[in-house]
């Protein structure tokens, strides 16, 4: 029931009400008796309370049913309460930077993202116009295309220079929806960015680490393959078609032929089951030819290489030569069942024997001594053989007992190879968690007669380990399983380079976002800095040209030094985006005709009329340099910071000097300070970033000057050498080599 029809309702309850007090009001007094009163008056009274009661019967069905809107309502808001909360959370914190505005582009909301890329909180950008953040270059076109976003029109991927609140511009992409009302008009405008300079960090990522990937792959010692998810071969490295003796075109056709994993199989069933993600990785041991034609084996590791994003995950499958392995297991169960048939033909009588066998039982039989010590002898010989190998073997038997333990694993368990023979590894007391994996897997084993490879770590004699194992079958003359060896390799180095490399990845990706930063950091600092700076150093300059002639010295001191300290943060900022370039191999080499002389003489007269006013620059040159090809910018670079560090650690009134010479390859600058010596302990480090010399007291220095020095020298193909000496000072010889025109 709506709340209109509980108020007709209430109303025409009211008013019967109403007629029911006129009645009463019409009824005679008291005293006069009920009989007297007219029977019409009497149903007219009976009828108006039934009426009432009627009424009260109805609101209270109506007042019922309004309650029963009213708890739906309340679920109702509350549902939308928790979705509007749901909405307001994944806006809040969403990856990508939201804004929603008036069609005029006035923000009325804005979630996280968008106050960290524009370096103000979400809640002060509420009511502030998205232009003022716009490049003021672009603000001309931003107003065109907000007329296209009031007719209704929708915009995506439009590339907009933004402005941080107090800090530097950078590129966003704009997806922009318009909000219409019932009537299809455009009341407001939804607006998503996306952050451009971020993107392209992460694919610059991707690609340095696909780049390392690749070079991985190709340098690798060992055989690799990269696999799709049907066992096509994708890709396969030098080291693979090296070890097989075929081009990377025979592979794609030799090798799918070799593997099996086009066929149905147990080798089909396995692949497929690691590219559902069931398994992480297995192994397979399988011979093949050589390109001397020699048979060799190898073991094939199978992994899952998970996709990245949209990219389709792969298998990489590498190969490994261990034919050395597989004859010493070869030459294992071939000493084994040697010993076995002579045990054998032991056991038989001569009746049941040929002529031939019955005479060399009698010959057996005639020299037991003889044959005992031949047994013995091929023992040793077995023992010293597997005993010399860092590999474990572990033969067992099938009720478990151990047959054969070679001396490298008894050693590695803390105990002798005699300790085993006949003993389980419960009388051991060996760990019972790896052993009874062990003993299900032999059992498969058993019941197989096929060869299962897997990776454990064992406690050992040195700490943990981590293994990786191969149980094989050891076949009577029937060929039936009667015993298992099982061979162990230490893999703990491997692992460990493994886990070495990538932690190297990583480190190398944090070097390149620290890079990245120092760039960007860069790039901010000169930018908001030099026109502020350009100012104050105008501005000082116009009021000493204007300073009346009586004003005190010390004012027109502080001018001067104002001056000198603005020059001094200039050349910071030079040095700053100078070393950016070099960061990111942006600098390059640029030589032109140059009149060396000439250079260095004015280079000297300029630095010797401004911040050397209180020192002496002698600049002398002893062969004809009028006409090199040098990089005059890169020249400036150097001999500019070599000696304004000469000024600034020599004393005032102290002497520079500036030689040039040239020979027939080269120019050598040679500048030469009078100031303090530097530690040999300190020149090892001169041209590292910030370090400065232990002995230089006060002397303030930014710590950037020698390492540009360094790496413009180096640019060029030159050198620089320190010659250092107590009392005298330090010379610094700078050799560059030229090409004369």
């Not at 406690?459 to 298992?484: F, K, Q």
């Not at 040039?660 to 009078?674: G, H, L, P, T």
């Amino acid at each position: 029931m709506s709340e209109q029809i509980f108020d007709q309702q209430l109303a025409l309850s009211l008013q019967r009400l109403e007629e029911l007090w006129q009645q009463v009001d019409e009824l005679p007094p008291r005293a006069q008796q009920a009989q007297e009163l007219p029977s019409q008056r009497q149903d007219l009274l009976k009828e108006s309370l039934e009426g009432l009661s009627l009424s009260l019967q109805e609101l209270q069905v109506a007042a019922e049913e309004l309650r029963q809107e009213k708890e739906d309502l309340a679920e109702s808001l509350t549902a939308v309460k928790t979705e509007r909360q749901r909405y307001q959370e994944l806006f809040k914190f969403a990856p990508d930077g939201y804004l929603v505005t008036t069609k005029d582009g006035t923000i009325l909301e804005a979630n996280q993202t968008v106050g960290e890329l524009l370096n103000i909180s979400p809640e002060r950008l509420v009511t502030k116009p998205l232009v003022v953040f716009i490049d003021p270059q672009e603000r001309r076109d931003f107003y065109a295309k907000l007329s296209q976003l009031q007719k209704g029109e929708s915009l995506k991927n439009w590339q907009v220079q933004l402005q941080r609140w107090r800090e530097a511009f950078f590129e966003v992409s704009f997806t922009v929806t318009p909000i219409q009302d019932s009537q299809g008009q455009v009341v407001g405008l939804r607006w998503q960015l996306q952050d451009l300079a971020s993107t392209k960090n992460t694919e610059s990522a991707e690609q340095q680490s696909e780049a390392l990937f690749r070079a991985m792959f190709e340098n690798a010692a060992i055989g690799i393959m990269l696999l799709d998810s049907q066992g096509q071969v994708i890709k396969s490295n030098r080291a693979l078609e090296e070890m097989l003796g075929y081009g990377s075109q025979d592979l794609e056709t030799v090798l799918p032929q070799w593997l099996n994993l086009d066929k149905s199989g147990i080798e089909a069933v396995t692949f497929q089951q690691l590219m559902a993600g069931k398994r992480s990785c297995y192994q397979r041991e399988k011979c093949y030819r050589a390109p001397d034609k020699s048979l060799r084996w190898g073991r094939l590791t199978y992994s899952l290489v998970q996709g990245v994003g949209n990219k389709p995950a792969f298998a990489t499958c590498m190969l490994e030569d261990i034919t050395e392995l597989h004859q010493l297991k070869a030459t294992q169960q071939e000493a084994v069942k040697h010993e076995q048939a002579l045990k054998q033909q032991l056991a038989l009588k001569p009746s049941q024997s040929n002529p031939e066998q019955t005479d060399s039982i009698m010959r057996l039989e005639a020299e037991p001594q003889q044959l005992a010590t031949l047994v013995e002898q091929l023992g040793k010989m077995l023992n010293n053989i597997l005993s010399s190998t860092p590999e474990f073997f572990f033969v067992y038997d099938s009720t478990g007992k151990y047959i054969y333990v070679n001396r490298s694993a008894a050693q590695a368990l803390g105990l002798t190879q005699s300790d085993f023979i006949s003993k389980t590894w419960q009388q051991l007391e060996l760990p019972a968690e790896i052993m009874e994996r062990l003993d299900a897997q032999r059992a498969v084993v058993f019941s197989t007669g096929q060869p299962i490879t897997d990776e454990a770590s064992f406690p050992t004699v040195e700490g943990m380990r981590d293994y990786e194992y191969t149980i094989s079958p050891i076949s009577d003359v029937g060929s039936n399983p009667e015993a298992v060896v099982v061979t162990i390799r230490d893999i703990t180095e491997q692992k460990r380079a493994a886990v070495a490399a990538s932690e190297a990845m990583a480190k190398e990706e944090e070097f390149s976002a620290l890079k990245s930063h120092f760039s960007y950091f860069a790039s901010v600092i000169t930018h908001e800095l030099r026109n502020p700076l350009n100012n104050i150093f105008a501005c000082t300059k116009l009021i000493e040209s204007n300073t009346p002639s009586e004003t005190d010295e010390k004012t027109l001191n502080y001018l001067q030094l104002i001056q000198v300290n603005v020059r001094r943060m200039n050349q910071l900022l030079n040095d700053l985006l100078l070393i950016k370039k070099v960061e990111a191999k942006e600098l390059e080499l640029n030589p032109s005709l140059l009149n060396l002389t000439q250079f260095c003489q004015e280079l000297s007269e300029e630095l010797q009329q401004g911040v050397a006013s209180r020192h002496k620059i002698t600049f002398t040159s002893q062969e004809s340099c009028s006409a090199v090809s040098l990089d005059k910018k890169l020249l400036r670079h150097i001999l500019t910071n070599l000696l304004l560090n000469a000024i600034k650690y020599s004393p005032e009134n102290g002497e520079i000097k500036l030689d040039v010479a040239c020979q027939e390859k080269q120019a050598i600058f040679r500048i030469q300070d009078s100031g303090t010596d530097i530690p040999q302990a300190d020149q090892e480090f001169l041209f590292k970033m910030f370090h400065q010399g232990s002995n230089v007291g006060v002397v303030a220095g930014s710590g950037l000057g020698l390492l540009i020095v360094k790496q413009c020298i180096d640019l060029q193909g030159g050198e620089i050498a320190v010659e250092s000496t107590q009392a005298v000072g330090t010379t610094l010889t700078v050799t560059l080599p030229l090409s004369r025109n």
